[in-house]
């Protein structure tokens, strides 16, 4: 099944800097890859996602880069604010968006730390 | 995704005591599904529903129980068997198997 590796675990950045996360997928049938924000004891959302018929895709502050090639996509957030402090987990799946069985494969997720 | 409700949101259970956590969606979606989630391990798959009176395992289905008897309602059952029980529990749902998912708010549930 699909394996899906997030850097780093923990992520500080002064607020206005930028910053990025990184994931790696083993399955080279993985097509859909989406972004979720989780704040403290609260739900995942969805903040970005990207289909690998794109390269990239750009949201406001928010984007994200695929390489189909190296098996790699990555999150980049610019203009860093305290808003964005969250757990940010990346995702990877071979069947569409679907979230069941061989479908969506989490990473471990990313703390992103706003330092004031 | 503010149509998908879980409760409780906390919930304190005994060594050997069954419980049942309830999610709820109105969105008319096919699919809903059961994680878990522990510190530094991501979100796990519990089970999953594509369409109402059909479900399937996940990658970690050891301990628990679902039913989907109706669109709307998925509940988890986390059963005596189940080792490390705490945790925190999200259900989602997504229009079909093939769409964006969309999580409620979550249940945590403590092992006393």
């Known amino acids: 099944g699909e394996n899906v590796e997030q850097h780093p675990s923990t992520l500080s950045v002064q607020e206005g800097d930028s910053a990025v996360i990184k994931c790696t997928y083993s399955?080279?049938?993985?097509?859909?890859f989406p972004w979720y924000k989780q704040e403290l004891g609260k739900r995942p959302q969805l903040i970005i996602d990207?289909?690998?018929?794109?390269g990239e895709k750009k949201d406001q502050r928010i984007a994200v880069t695929l390489n189909k090639t190296a098996k790699h996509f990555s999150l980049h957030i610019t203009e860093t604010q305290p808003e964005d402090s969250a757990v940010y987990f990346c995702?990877?799946?071979?069947?569409?968006?679907?979230?069941?069985?061989?479908?969506?494969?989490f990473g471990k997720g990313t703390h992103l730390i706003i330092q004031p | 995704d503010g149509g998908i409700t879980q409760s409780p949101k906390y919930l304190f259970r005994k060594e050997g005591q069954n419980v049942t956590l309830s999610c709820e969606q109105n969105?008319?979606?096919?699919?809903m599904y059961w994680y878990r989630q522990d510190p530094g391990q991501g979100l796990r798959l519990i089970y999953y529903?594509?369409?109402?009176?059909?479900?399937q395992k996940g990658d970690i289905a050891e301990g628990y129980s679902v039913s989907r008897e109706k669109k709307e309602s998925f509940p988890l059952t986390v059963t005596s068997a189940q080792k490390n029980p705490t945790a925190f529990y999200l259900c989602?749902?997504?229009?079909?198997?093939?769409?964006?998912?969309?999580f409620g708010e979550g249940s945590w549930l403590t092992v006393v």
């Open positions: 989602a749902s997504s229009r079909s198997f093939w769409d964006t998912i969309y």
């Open positions: 969105l008319n979606h096919d699919a």
């Open positions: 990207i289909r690998s018929n794109v």
């Open positions: 529903s594509q369409i109402v009176n059909d479900f």
């Open positions: 995702a990877a799946s071979p069947l569409g968006s679907g979230g069941g069985a061989d479908g969506l494969t």
């Open positions: 399955d080279s049938a993985s097509n859909y």
